[in-house]
């Protein structure tokens, strides 16, 4: 019966309402017109248009009224029709005796004079500011459409009660950060956190908690939603790509403020945002803003506010607000069955400002070190609330203190602790602690035709054992040339708020000649872009080394190590330099500089961590050889490496430039090798493939005193396969130029020079398998060129090791 009734009351409901579309442009550049409201013949609203200007209505109603803000009103005949466009005439209002067009004109010029005045009104111009922080971020399930069920029958029953009664007690997660913030126009910026809490984990998050969207000033291009850039309204930039409407004049905190609405002017697959700013009329400063995400399929809010203290807009409040996907739960049946689960989960984070000292008495000892700062004697858990109650506005209401105790239990049960074990290793560049030492997992195993299969062993102490001095040690052993391998060494730490360390190392390995790490790339780093370049190199050489020197970083984003080393080398395959076989003697003084520009970092009691990574690095290496205590050459010795990486509308860009040049007589195994990576074999010359290395040319085939070389990787587009897997294609442009002064001093060995330019191409498609193995297809270009197409002709299995 209830059928019959729903089925005639939508027939009814049919023939009585007619479903017209609604599309609203703007006269002047037909740009669609977002938020006009729409009403009936007896001014029933029926809604307002959505992002692109459009409202789909059912009405009885053959006349509509479109009602906007800025243009004048429009009556719309709509009877009989199924899509209706309207065209909107802006009105024109007077702003400071000058008239505008609403359309964009008058909210553009507003926000033009605030772009100007950004750098007058930023608080990093203040003499010494110094005020606190209290930000609170938890994670809810709308748990309203959680059921509970008064008299449970079965197991299904119990288990929807039984999340029904811990989300309606506590929150899903819940964390609490406190801060001390220092601003001076003198000394820059210093953010110290003092306390912070993560339910469900009892060890502090160090590398997380300083991962804040607290923004001073919205001064930017960029502005950080949720950990996604996303273009700032009030940006240079943002003028681009945003169309602004003046609303009204408001007065806040008795203050004359204009209110500009913005949104999008072009949609894009890209995430935007629509929403309102409020500008300072005397300053011209941003005071307020509040924004959405414009996608309709999830939500996402943000809103922050300034307040003017002594002449300075100093931050007051920020919320942010997004869905974050589902929750779900599962639960195993006594038959080994499962029930699972899933409700919408509500990610907020909240940040308020207090205890503001404007001016306060700041000195320079006070901003020594990183920007961000961890003060490591608070963050033990006797400590965490006593110090939060100095931060935090109100007290924890109940139910966030059954968050911690529930989660806390929750995170016992599920061994969250192991979980943050793994973050800690992928962050600290593949380094496992246990107990005292960290063990580094990227000396386990490895392959080269030289040593066959390599397994090894390295640990170093931890902040356990002593946050004064490290030691480290590893050995390893070849399979194939059957040597024990091994290094010992320690740090002592004596300028710690900018990671400063004495160092001193031995060891006695082998390595590939002609391949000369970068020293100031991390250990992760320097494992991935090595892990895969010398599979098919058997021209290795023995070494002994001792090595003495100092390392720390200048000005935050600039490293620098100084280092004296007397190094024994011997080749390990047949070879003379100047008819001299077996041990050469070297001794050299070796500064080595990393200037990452973009990159911020924090000081955690087991290491330096980047905490925001930028995309432009520069590495430089100068190394003097003596000719003392027997040195057998004393050459001059220059390398440079430059890395970033280039996003636009057509894609990301990644770039890799390398130069070297040697002055003087040196063995070939401290020359440069050519970083190849081929070896010819059957079926399209299949092998591995590297990260930077030239897939095509092969191993030991050139050498050089000195060279330059590039490469470019770009990526169009994703393509997606099977369940949303995304696929990027990836196209690679690799070149090289160098040259040799006197090849002939180099006996028993079969190389080119690179006095002809060396070019390869070829094309990547990664991820396909486990989000790590893909395949690569190169070509060998050029004067280099093989006579044979298929013998330029490379196939590659390509590993990308993002799992670490």
Not at 543 to 565: A, E, P
Not at 631 to 643: A, E, G, V, W
Not at 757 to 776: D, Q, S
Request: charged fraction near 25%; proline fraction near 2%; include cysteine.
């Amino acid at each position: 019966m209830k059928y019959y009734i729903f089925l005639f009351n939508f027939c009814l409901s049919f023939f009585v309402y007619s479903q017209v579309k609604i599309r609203v442009f703007d006269t002047q550049d037909e740009f669609r017109v977002i938020g006009a409201n729409i009403f009936n013949e007896t001014k029933e609203f029926l809604g307002e248009t959505n992002e692109i200007g459009e409202l789909e209505i059912n009405t009885s109603s053959p006349i509509i009224n479109i009602v906007k803000n800025g243009y004048f009103s429009e009556i719309v005949n709509i009877e009989g029709k199924k899509v209706v466009d309207v065209k909107m005439k802006p009105t024109f209002i007077s702003l400071d005796e000058v008239k505008f067009t609403t359309n964009d004109s008058v909210g553009r010029n507003i926000i033009i004079k605030t772009i100007k005045n950004q750098s007058k009104n930023s608080i990093r111009k203040a003499n010494n500011v110094f005020f606190k922080s209290y930000t609170k971020f938890w994670s809810t399930v709308n748990n309203d459409s959680i059921p509970y069920i008064d008299h449970p029958k079965n197991h299904n029953d119990s288990v929807s009660n039984k999340w029904k009664k811990l989300l309606d007690n506590s929150h899903l997660f819940l964390g609490e950060r406190a801060m001390d913030h220092k601003v001076s126009r003198k000394f820059g910026l210093k953010n110290i956190i003092q306390s912070s809490r993560i339910s469900g984990i009892k060890s502090p998050l160090y590398e997380y908690i300083a991962m804040q969207p607290i923004v001073f000033d919205f001064d930017q291009d960029k502005i950080n939603f949720f950990f996604k850039a996303i273009i700032n309204p009030v940006s240079k930039e943002g003028l681009s790509n945003y169309r602004y409407g003046f609303k009204e004049d408001v007065y806040l905190d008795g203050r004359k403020t204009a209110v500009v609405s913005f949104f999008p002017t072009v949609k894009s697959s890209q995430r935007q945002i629509k929403g309102t700013l409020w500008i300072d009329d005397k300053t011209n400063a941003l005071v307020k803003i509040e924004a959405e995400n414009i996608n309709t399929n999830y939500i996402a809010e943000l809103e922050a506010d300034w307040k003017l203290n002594n002449g300075t807009w100093i931050p007051n409040s920020q919320k942010y607000r997004m869905e974050g996907g589902n929750f779900k739960f599962t639960e195993q049946l006594t038959d080994n069955s499962f029930i699972d689960k899933q409700e919408k989960i509500w990610i907020n984070l909240e940040t308020t400002f207090k205890d503001i000292e404007n001016p306060a008495r700041l000195k320079r000892k006070d901003f020594l070190g990183y920007e961000d700062e961890i003060s490591f004697e608070n963050m033990v858990e006797k400590k965490w609330d006593n110090i939060m109650e100095g931060y935090r506005d109100s007290s924890l209401t109940t139910r966030d203190k059954n968050t911690y105790n529930k989660i806390d239990s929750v995170g016992l049960k599920y061994k969250l602790e192991r979980q943050l074990k793994l973050l800690r290793i992928i962050n600290s560049g593949g380094k496992l602690p246990v107990g005292k030492v960290d063990l580094d997992l990227t000396n386990i195993a490895g392959y080269n035709d030289y040593e066959g299969l390599r397994l090894g062993a390295a640990f170093s102490t931890n902040e356990k054992l002593s946050d004064k001095y490290s030691l480290n040690a590893y050995s390893a052993y070849g399979f194939q040339d059957k040597k024990v391998k091994f290094g010992i060494g320690g740090e002592y730490y004596v300028n710690k708020p900018y990671s400063g360390k004495l160092f001193a190392k031995y060891k006695q390995d082998v390595s590939p000649a002609g391949k000369s790490p970068i020293l100031l790339q991390s250990n992760y780093t320097s494992f991935v872009s090595n892990a895969f370049s010398n599979i098919y190199n058997n021209e290795y050489f023995s070494y002994k080394t001792y090595t003495f020197g100092y390392q720390q970083d200048i000005f935050q984003n600039l490293t620098f190590n100084l280092s004296l080393n007397y190094e024994k080398q011997k080749a390990e395959f047949d070879y003379d330099y100047k008819n001299k076989r077996g041990w050469f003697q070297l001794y050299n003084t070796q500064l080595s500089l990393r200037y990452a520009p973009k990159d911020k970092f924090i000081r955690t009691p087991y290491g330096k961590v980047t905490v925001n990574s930028g995309k432009s690095v520069f590495y430089a290496t100068i190394a003097k050889y003596w000719d003392i205590f027997d040195s057998d050459y004393s050459p001059l010795r220059i390398n440079f490496s430059y890395f970033d990486v280039f996003e636009t509308r057509l894609g990301k860009t990644s770039f890799n430039l390398n130069a070297d040049w040697i002055d003087g007589d040196i063995p070939i195994m401290n020359l440069y090798e050519g970083r190849g990576n081929a070896k010819h074999n059957g079926f399209l010359n299949f092998g591995v493939g590297g990260l930077n290395s030239f897939e095509t040319m092969k191993a030991g085939e050139f050498y050089s005193d000195m060279y330059v070389s590039f490469n470019i990787k770009h990526i169009f587009a994703g393509i997606k396969v099977g369940n949303n897997k995304v696929i990027l294609p990836q196209f690679i442009y690799r070149g090289v130029w160098g040259d040799m002064k006197h090849k002939e001093n180099h006996g028993n060995m079969n190389f080119n020079k690179l006095n002809n330019y060396f070019h390869e191409a070829g094309i990547e498609v990664n991820n396909i398998l486990f989000k790590t193995f893909g395949l690569g297809l190169y070509y060998r270009l050029g004067a280099y060129s093989e006579h044979k197409f298929e013998d330029n002709l490379h196939l590659k299995l390509t590993i990308n090791l993002n799992f670490l």
